[in-house]
């Protein structure tokens, strides 16, 4: 059963303090997608990438957030230096292409509370 | 750019009745539109989603929706709602350009027994 897997899963940290979100893709899937979910703005398309290429990172804050596909196993998602509003659930998607018509795989999530 | 707004942030039904939750689209080119259920501390799963072929698109767990292109909607329906459909419920929209999916504010629902 092929699923896309997030570590952690969990984490708290203190303001100031680097975090790194790790996602690995669905084998086979060539487009990762970064979301956020909070109570106050909902699901937010952060950025994604297409063969490990980012196509579009409009949804990030571009001073402290930062996204990268090192190899098609595995993308992540930095923040530094870490804010507490920065406070959310960070979900990654895989899909099997750009197709409109393509499903997104979610991964279970990394909730994120930063003091 | 296209959007999508769900009706109602919680709707609350018992056990046996109709769901009924609701979504209208916002798309200057034909929509692709999709339903996404999130069960607690998971992540989001497809329940259904149409693509332009039958406008009533059958998904998992019992749920349909059906696309109205006059009402821009595609609301989600399931004839006798159980305990283990209480969940967050996600409509979304992407069009034939791209991925870019947008997802609205989600409707919660409860299911009573």
């Known amino acids: 059963d092929a699923r896309v897997t997030q570590t952690p899963r969990d984490k708290v940290t203190e303001m100031g303090q680097e975090v790194t979100m790790r996602c690995q893709p669905i084998?086979?899937?060539?487009?990762v997608f970064w979301y956020r979910q909070t109570m106050m703005q909902g699901l937010e398309l952060l950025a994604y990438?297409?063969?490990?290429?980012?196509?579009?990172d409009s949804g990030m804050p571009k001073d402290r957030f930062s996204a990268e596909m090192p190899d098609a196993t595995l993308a992540t998602l930095k923040i530094q230096p870490s804010e507490p509003r920065d406070s959310a659930v960070y979900f990654c998607?895989?899909?099997?292409?750009?197709?409109?018509?393509?499903?997104?795989?979610f991964g279970p999530g990394t909730r994120l509370t930063v003091l | 750019a296209q959007s999508v707004t769900q009706l109602g942030s919680h709707v609350s039904v018992s056990e046996g009745a109709l769901v009924l939750l609701r979504c209208n689209y916002s798309?200057?080119?034909?929509?692709?539109l999709f339903w996404y259920v999130q069960y607690p501390n998971q992540g989001l799963q497809l329940l259904l989603k149409?693509?332009?072929?039958?406008?009533l698109v059958k998904g998992i767990n019992g749920f349909e929706a059906e696309f109205k292109k006059s009402e821009t909607s595609f609301h989600l329906t399931k004839p006798s709602a159980h305990m283990s459909d209480a969940a967050e419920y996600f409509c979304?929209?992407?069009?034939?350009?791209?991925?870019?999916?947008?997802f609205g504010a989600g409707t919660r629902l409860t299911v009573k027994p």
């Open positions: 798309s200057s080119v034909p929509p692709y």
């Open positions: 084998l086979g899937h060539n487009t």
């Open positions: 990438f297409r063969n490990r290429a980012p196509l579009d």
């Open positions: 149409y693509t332009s072929a039958a406008t």
């Open positions: 998607a895989s899909g099997p292409g750009l197709a409109g018509t393509d499903t997104q795989y």
């Open positions: 979304a929209v992407s069009d034939q350009r791209n991925n870019d999916m947008r």
